[in-house]
């Protein structure tokens, strides 16, 4: 927190040359002396003198920022990332990594994975229970702490520098370059910048970005037994939930069970009953639980802008997720590698006009890869909320299990699934009643 009398800042020295990535270093403890009675008290951690430049500042030490950082250092841009907390932090997450997740994480770090789901148990508001197994890895489950910390070794590793403790309470560009303002008045500026500090960070307010979805996510963190960790081991469950839209998940990761539920924003006491009921349905309400927490996710509205002037918007902060299963690392991870790329072409174009055009190949690079597939979630969250008991009944059967396990390696995806005739027919009907 900020404290009176004058504090020992930290400080990042970068090299001036660019063309390899390299290491920086932060020098110094951010700690302020002169408290009453001896006490230290700590400040914020600037991290930079005020007149340091940098080629890519990245707001924001999650999946998006981290992948952003380590894509950029790679490609010889001085980078810093800038992040509110300091790692290993907690975050509500349900922690399941589709393929696209495990793909792109593979470049950068060995996912520290707590389980590999091969089974899936399904019901219906607790009801209609089948499982359905595979021979082949499904989804690897991390603890979001673990797997963020993972991220910022590479991308410290690939060259990043990496400032913690330091909350940015404005951005914006002035001279040809973009700026963050730090909590401490602290100012860094860069020739991009990358905002990847969520749906309600200042990055998406700049931005413009537009939300079309705003869903709650309520979870619990409840260490268990280790009878209870091995029947669930191997294994979810995804319940398909008694609001509109909504669905219930327990994620095994070893010793403890994530189990959580989604719906719609503005039913907050009908969520909350969900999660009490759900938990108390599968026999789990009288282990305590570590964390209990809830967070919403936004979903970007069509047309929404990914970038303003020098600065692009990825993951979170650009509500870049699936709106069915409102799966997010995906989207992050790749997200933040386009908008890094894109970011450190941008600094090594010769003129604005290029440095623009490289700017512009992110937002294409989105709108091919990611728009379609979340306009192919919104057409299947409009039909699951109107049939839930359809969507269970084709989840059970062969071909509908067999998408299914296909989705979760990425090996079809939804945007494939809803062009196939019988499927887009059916999507047709059910939104129509």
């Not at 001036?16 to 951010?30: D, F, K, L, Y």
């Not at 037994?225 to 469950?237: E, N, Q, S």
């Not at 990611?370 to 969507?391: D, N, Q, S």
Request: glycine content about 12%; proline content about 5%; overall charge positive.
């Amino acid at each position: 927190m900020l404290v009176a009398g004058r504090a020992r800042r930290n400080t990042l020295t970068a090299p001036r040359r660019r063309g390899r990535a390299a290491n920086w270093t932060v020098q110094g403890n951010g700690e302020a002396g002169g408290a009453p009675g001896g006490a230290r008290k700590q400040s914020y951690a600037a991290g930079v003198a005020e007149a340091q430049e940098w080629d890519v500042a990245v707001i924001g030490a999650g999946p998006a920022g981290l992948a952003a950082a380590a894509a950029a250092a790679a490609r010889g841009a001085r980078t810093v990332v800038v992040e509110r907390a300091a790692h290993p932090r907690y975050k509500t997450c349900g922690g399941g990594l589709i393929g696209f997740s495990l793909a792109a994480a593979a470049r950068l770090i060995e996912v520290p994975a707590r389980d590999t789901i091969y089974a899936v148990t399904v019901t219906l508001h607790g009801r209609r229970e089948f499982t359905r197994r595979s021979a082949d890895p499904l989804l690897a489950m991390v603890v979001r702490e673990e797997f963020d910390d993972a991220l910022r070794k590479a991308a410290t590793g690939t060259g990043a520098a990496l400032m913690e403790r330091s909350p940015v309470r404005a951005v914006g560009e002035d001279a040809g370059r973009a700026w963050a303002r730090l909590a401490d008045g602290t100012v860094l500026r860069a020739r991009v910048l990358v905002g990847a500090d969520g749906s309600a960070g200042v990055s998406a307010r700049y931005a413009g970005v537009r939300f079309r979805q705003v869903d709650l996510g309520l979870e619990l963190e409840i260490p268990v037994p280790a009878p209870v960790a091995a029947r669930w081991r191997g294994r979810l469950l995804l319940d398909w939930g008694p609001l509109p839209g909504s669905y219930g998940w327990v994620f095994p990761k070893g010793d403890r069970l994530t189990v959580g539920v989604i719906a719609a924003r503005g039913q907050g006491e009908r969520t909350r009953q969900y999660l009490r009921d759900f938990t108390g349905r599968l026999g789990l309400s009288g282990y305590p639980a570590e964390r209990d927490s809830g967070h919403l996710t936004h979903c970007r509205a069509d047309g929404s802008p990914l970038r303003r002037g020098r600065v692009l918007v990825a993951g979170d902060a650009a509500g870049l997720l699936e709106p069915w299963t409102r799966e997010g690392i995906s989207f992050a991870l790749r997200s933040g590698a386009m908008a890094g790329a894109a970011a450190a072409d941008a600094v090594a174009a010769p003129d604005p006009a290029e440095l623009s055009q490289a700017l512009d190949g992110y937002q294409a690079a989105v709108g091919r890869e990611m728009i379609p597939e979340m306009a192919a979630g919104r057409r299947l969250l409009v039909a699951f909320t109107r049939h839930p008991g359809a969507f269970h009944t084709g989840l059970a059967s062969g071909k509908g299990w067999h998408a299914f396990a296909r989705f979760c390696r990425s090996e079809l995806t939804f945007q494939a699934l809803v062009s196939r005739p019988p499927v887009n027919a059916a999507l047709s009907l059910m939104s129509r009643f």
